[in-house]
């Protein structure tokens, strides 16, 4: 094992092909399995669902320790981590499951990587802007019908702070987002923006 600073312990069972390490920010894609270290008992793992977990590094989704643990991994690299208490589920525990103030013992292979999407750059002149003080400009005009208050659309997204840190995106999920118009679904200044759309159209907003 080697040991990181907040005392994560990790040994590389197989080195990845990959060409990109994974970082913070990337959606990563594992096959993974947990158990209790003391005395090895089975947590949970990918095993349970039938399918690989999906989830952005450094988003919250996992507890500290995997995030950190599958830092650095490329894909088809497989790790075995153990994870003390304080960067895995800590005082709390799990249920019956996982006894409050237990280590974790992890073993996690890495099949996808996939990087955050960049905003397209739009000139600042370009944009139009709403009473409410949206901004927005279509990068595609579209071509079909436009919704209707209380109609379902179904929309791919990608959305940025202003700092252009991508934080959730439904390309790299691969599920579109349904939601009815001007129900107050999602928020407002989605709802607004997307209430004047074409289907087919692909359109930037700018979201006070």
Do not use: C, H
């Amino acid at each position: 094992y080697e040991t990181t600073d907040s005392g994560l312990q990790i040994a590389v069972l197989a080195e990845g092909t990959g060409e990109e390490a994974a970082e913070l920010g990337d959606t990563v894609t594992v096959d993974f399995t947990i158990w209790v270290a003391d005395g090895e008992r089975f947590f949970t793992g990918s095993q349970t669902s039938g399918q690989p977990f999906t989830f952005p590094i450094g988003s919250g989704t996992v507890f500290p320790g995997w995030d950190e643990g599958v830092t650095g991994m490329t894909v088809g690299e497989s790790r075995q981590l153990m994870i003390p208490a304080a960067i895995a589920l800590g005082e709390q525990g799990f249920g019956d499951v996982v006894p409050p103030n237990s280590d974790l013992l992890m073993q996690v292979e890495l099949l996808d990587v996939v990087k955050p999407q960049k905003a397209t750059e739009v000139d600042e002149a370009d944009f139009e802007v709403t009473e409410s003080g949206l901004k927005y400009f279509d990068l595609v005009e579209g071509d079909g019908a436009m919704p209707e208050t209380g109609q379902t659309v179904v929309v791919n997204y990608t959305g940025w702070l202003e700092d252009g840190t991508q934080f959730d995106s439904s390309l790299q999920s691969g599920v579109p987002l349904e939601f009815p118009i001007g129900t107050g679904s999602v928020i407002a200044g989605w709802d607004e923006g997307v209430a004047t759309m074409k289907v087919g159209g692909v359109r930037q907003l700018v979201i006070p």
